[in-house]
């Protein structure tokens, strides 16, 4: 009944029928911070972190786990992952800037995306940032020029498109041909890519990247694409091209809703290891260490998302909608590619479900709605709902649309909470407007 697939490791539903997370009701918590409000699990967050670790260094020591900060990143969260022996990928001056203020230390932190600024370079110079990657010709210009005048030598590796469709939504979908990201190694740009990368005098080309997408529920997509581009890699030997470093990026996928069976960790770890060992060997090439970006997989798991029920409006033989106080504004993910998720009234989490609704958020779109048609025990304006998997890609994509405040963010273990960012107030919103 209770979709536990979905919910924190820690998830449960007491005696009276309320959803408890990390030892905490839904209902204090709401009482306590309000709603909307995002709940993360500490034991959830830390255990999948320790799982994708070890997963992968069973398997391969030479492994590091890099947290793609984009999926959501704070100063607490920098600090548990790097407690957890992790990584960083950042994309953007912002999520370094983040880093940076949370004491990272920037030998692990990789810089990603296919438009880096002028600016975004310099501060990563500045701060001796561990890696960039490049994704583009006119980057790999700016980056050695600037490295050049930083006096700096940066370690870079080379994103490159292997042509692979991951068969997830399209928006998502980033290592194929027609993708603003990357060099493609189809088209020759990736062999470009690599001769340039070598040739230039401030720049040390210690490997290669890709990234297929996300969220991705197969493994032949890894498989595959890591034995193209190892194969790639290895027509450059004789011009000089040593693989240091191998990173077939993140995508790793979660169940969002029940009966979704993503591969488990182990499986990742399985194919990507055993597929780069194999390839290697018959390559006779030296195994690089494998650097996995996984963000999704890590915090999404760990996340749920609190709302309380308000108007509830029921067009007699079309549709009841149910309206909740938050909506598109702190998650864009179902307006944004039909993402879906379970819904869960908490403080009736063991009722029998008794009637189709659609959830709908409190902004000005119509397309504003968090899951439509599914079943549901019979609510009450007051009541709480909770959607799980909701800690990747929601507070990260949250934006201040309609002027709402956007929501705060707890974590909770063993029957305590602990804020971790606060409500934004009017305040808040209004700080940067010039009057
Ligand atoms: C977004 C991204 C990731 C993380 O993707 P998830 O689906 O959150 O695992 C990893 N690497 C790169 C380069 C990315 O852009």
């Not at 990507?272 to 997989?297: H, K």
Request: hydrophobic letters at 40%; proline letters at 6%; a negative charge.
């Amino acid at each position: 009944m209770f979709p536990q697939s979905v919910f924190p490791d820690t998830a449960e539903v007491d005696t009276q029928g309320q959803l408890v997370l990390g030892g905490c009701r839904a209902t204090d918590l709401a009482d306590e911070y309000g709603t909307p409000v995002y709940v993360l699990d500490e034991e959830t967050l830390r255990a999948r972190c320790r799982s994708f670790t070890g997963e992968f260094r069973k398997l391969y020591p030479a492994t590091n786990v890099s947290y793609a900060c984009k999926a959501y990143i704070n100063p607490e969260l920098a600090k548990l992952f790097q407690e957890e022996g992790l990584g960083f990928d950042v994309v953007s001056g912002g999520e370094l800037a983040l880093l940076i203020s949370a004491q990272v230390p920037m030998d692990e932190v990789y810089f990603h995306g296919n438009n880096k600024t002028p600016q975004e370079l310099s501060e990563a110079l500045e701060h001796s940032i561990g890696w960039v990657v490049i994704d583009s010709f006119y980057e790999m210009e700016l980056l050695d020029r600037l490295a050049g005048q930083a006096g700096r030598t940066q370690d870079i590796l080379i994103r490159v498109s292997p042509g692979i469709d991951p068969h997830t939504h399209v928006y998502t979908t980033t290592g194929v041909l027609d993708s603003k990201f990357g060099f493609a190694i189809q088209t020759g740009h990736a062999a470009e890519a690599v001769r340039m990368g070598l040739a230039a005098k401030n720049l040390n080309l210690r490997g290669l990247h890709f990234h297929l997408g996300s969220p991705i529920f197969e493994l032949e997509p890894y498989r595959v694409a890591t034995e193209l581009v190892l194969r790639f890699a290895a027509e450059f030997r004789e011009e000089g091209l040593e693989m240091e470093r191998f990173s077939p990026g993140g995508g790793f996928a979660i169940s969002y809703i029940r009966g979704q069976d993503p591969p488990p960790i182990s499986a990742y770890a399985e194919t990507i290891v055993s597929t780069m060992t194999e390839t290697c060997q018959e390559l006779d090439m030296e195994p690089p260490s494998l650097v996995i970006e996984p963000g999704r997989a890590i915090i999404g798991p760990a996340g749920v998302a609190i709302y309380r029920i308000g108007a509830i409006k029921d067009v007699p033989g079309v549709r009841k909608f149910v309206s909740v106080d938050g909506g598109m504004g702190d998650n864009i993910r179902p307006a944004l590619y039909q993402a879906e998720y379970e819904v869960v009234a908490a403080n009736k989490a063991d009722w029998e479900p008794r009637e189709k609704v659609t959830i709908a958020g409190k902004y000005c779109e119509s397309g504003d709605l968090l899951a439509s048609d599914i079943m549901l025990p019979e609510l009450e304006s007051g009541d709480l709902i909770a959607i799980p998997a909701a800690g990747a890609y929601c507070p990260s994509m949250a934006s201040n649309y309609n002027l709402n405040p956007r929501p705060p963010m707890v974590l909770v273990k063993d029957g305590k909470s602990r804020l971790i960012r606060r409500r934004e107030s009017y305040q808040d919103m209004m700080h940067c407007d010039v009057v």
